[in-house]
């Protein structure tokens, strides 16, 4: 039964009467409605189908409510269930939720059918580290998604934050019974053979699927086998996203690449603009990480992979195109307008955590992340210093420090100066900056 405009129903927990307003939309197992409470004001309630409302289903909202979110950013993405909602005339039920603006947040097919714009390659670093930090962030608490795909999850295509919606099938890893084995594109492939039900490990294949389209606009398993299926039914469909998966960039395997035919286009010119070290990535998760779950890129590797990718991003001169420069790929092409991109002075930091580069445009700034690596969370974000011009001569560039201790500065002559609190460290190559007792970085040109 679907419930009609101006009829009224009932939060669990608040016993606040909900008044419903409209339909806002329909989906396999239920419908979503706009809802308004005198304390609550305007929310969102998913009210389950017939079938689909079970106990087993309300269990799962109840244990929702009353856990919450996970906690900090990482947990505010989530569009979480608020409350239990019932109605005293039926035996269905749903749950509230908060409105998604629509019109701020797209779905990755709004981008793909241009009704939204396409991120530019800094939103895209900063979306798929916002997804990969929220389902790290579940998972840290013992659960798992079990429905990970792009119908939701929901980004800001220019700011490039996240919203995750439909959480209302997050269970308790390897204990609880999933009602959603998910959509069988983005299903590991021991889910679709039927040898393991969804878990964090088969998260994982799920969540490079996603990066993979967010990035590549394509599935990772769609090639010539796709291509040269006669009917697209559930024996293709199991054989090669269950049987027999093979990736389409696979460098060993040749049996799936993509066919020449101009819709592939996309795919094959995506890919090859992708920047190297995230090919590498993709090419783990669809090579070994197909069969071994446990070799599969972890949450973390993702957060990681793309906190340094939007690091080092240089503009394009000609067409401010955003582009990747790398150790492994020093001479940047611009995806765009194929010039070449002369790439600014870099910054490599080396600390407790290993080595990383930041590429030092015009304003960069340099986080306690990068300095700090076992910092709080909460504190990564945080300036500790900018690249600026100097004030008495524009075309001399320097690091501003802008923490409250000063730094020691070292010249590839030798000297050594200090540079206290807001003074600048001129941008030389060579020039090595001790910004703590563990973390150095150098200037390179
Ligand atoms: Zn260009």
Not at 349 to 365: E, F, H, P
């Amino acid at each position: 039964m679907l419930l009609q405009e101006n009829a009224t129903v009932q939060t669990l927990m608040t016993k606040e009467t909900l008044t419903v307003v409209k339909k806002l939309g329909e989906g396999g197992q239920g419908a979503v409605y706009l809802v308004e409470g005198q304390k609550l004001g305007r929310k969102a309630l998913k009210w389950y189908n017939h079938e689909q409302a079970t106990e087993e289903q309300m269990k799962i909202i109840l244990d929702l409510v009353q856990q919450g979110p996970p906690s900090g950013a990482a947990g505010k993405r989530f569009v979480w269930p608020i409350d239990l909602v019932c109605s005293p005339h039926s035996s269905q039920f749903g749950y509230l939720m908060d409105l998604i603006d629509t019109q701020r947040f797209a779905e990755l097919g709004e981008v793909w059918a241009k009704r939204k714009p396409a991120p530019t390659m800094r939103a895209l670093c900063r979306i798929s580290y916002a997804a990969a930090d929220s389902y790290r962030a579940l998972h840290l608490r013992g659960l798992c998604y079990r429905d990970i795909s792009a119908g939701n999850i929901m980004f800001d295509p220019v700011q490039g934050d996240v919203l995750i919606c439909d959480n209302d099938n997050i269970g308790v890893n390897n204990q609880s019974d999933a009602q959603v084995w998910g959509t069988m594109e983005y299903m590991a492939p021991e889910v679709v053979r039927k040898e393991a039900k969804p878990s964090t490990d088969t998260d994982l294949h799920s969540l490079a699927v996603l990066l993979f389209q967010l990035w590549i606009w394509h599935h990772p398993l769609h090639g010539k086998m796709e291509y040269e299926v006669r009917s697209w039914d559930l024996i293709a469909k199991q054989k090669i996203y269950g049987q027999n998966p093979v990736f389409i960039f696979d460098p060993v395997n040749p049996e799936n690449r993509l066919p020449d035919d101009p819709d592939y286009e996309t795919a094959k010119r995506r890919w090859e603009v992708c920047p190297q070290p995230l090919k590498e990535k993709f090419i783990q998760a669809f090579t070994i990480g197909l069969h071994d779950p446990k070799r599969r890129v972890t949450e973390g590797e993702w957060r990681k992979l793309f906190l340094e990718l939007e690091d080092c991003i240089t503009q394009c001169p000609h067409d401010s195109a955003e582009n990747f420069w790398s150790e492994k790929q020093p001479n940047v092409r611009c995806w765009y307008c194929q010039q070449p991109v002369p790439v600014p002075p870099k910054l490599l930091v080396k600390s407790a955590a290993g080595k990383q580069y930041i590429v030092l445009n015009k304003g960069t700034s340099i986080k306690r992340r990068h300095i700090d690596p076992s910092s709080k969370e909460e504190q990564w974000a945080e300036l500790v210093g900018e690249v600026v011009q100097n004030p008495a001569n524009p075309s001399v560039w320097g690091i501003r420090n802008h923490t409250n201790v000063p730094w020691k500065a070292t010249t590839l002559a030798g000297a050594v100066r200090e540079i206290p609190p807001q003074k600048s460290v001129p941008l030389q190559a060579g020039v090595r900056i001790q910004f703590t007792a563990s973390t150095e970085g150098t200037i390179l040109g």
